[in-house]
């Protein structure tokens, strides 16, 4: 899962020190500890491009004649 930093973490996770991630950074990570991080208010979901919300084309429209 990827998630956006929003304020610096502290602390250890499952062996893993929380104090390398960088506040306003995107980390692509486990969903156990992305999970974590977000329920904490460490960090926020980071959509994929894939995931994003397509903005509509805009539709020509044609007079008729």
């Not at 980390?27 to 208010?41: F, G, I, Q």
Request: overall charge positive; aromatic content about 10%; glycine content about 4%.
């Amino acid at each position: 899962m990827r998630v956006k930093i929003t304020r610096r973490p502290y602390g250890v996770v499952n062996g893993m020190s929380l104090i390398y991630y960088r506040t306003g950074e995107v980390y692509d990570l486990p969903p156990t500890l992305a999970e974590y991080l977000v329920m904490e208010d460490y960090a926020i979901l980071e959509m994929r491009d894939r995931d994003k919300p397509q903005t509509p084309v805009s539709v020509e429209r044609r007079r008729r004649v």
